[in-house]
């Protein structure tokens, strides 16, 4: 499985359902995630531009972007922005691959 970090600021209906009558954002996602054949492993809220980052596992892209979707359809997110991780294991082994292709690609020149 790949892992994914959402990052979502709260449309203000939403933060103002919340402060009205909160309730467990962290049971409600690991649902979503867990729906689609995901793992919720961290949720946290944040302060700054995402009131909200959550880290999680999916077995594929489309289920990842599923969950975005899924929120973003709900109406409670205003902002939000999905990256998919990798490990350093992961990224050594691509840094690997760009090492044995270095010198194929020409720069545009002037």
Sequence with gaps: ???????MSYAQSAIKALVE???DREAAARKLV??????LNHLFFSFGKYDVVALSEF???????AVAAAIGASGAASNMLTTKLMSPADAMAAMGLAAKATGTYKAPQA
Excluded: C, I, R, V
Excluded at 1 to 7: E, G
Excluded at 34 to 39: D, R
């Design 1 to 7: 499985m790949s892992y994914y970090m959402f990052q």
């Design 21 to 23: 009558n909160p309730t």
């Design 34 to 39: 867990e729906a689609l054949g995901g793992k």
């Design 59 to 65: 077995p594929d892209d489309k289920s990842a972007m």
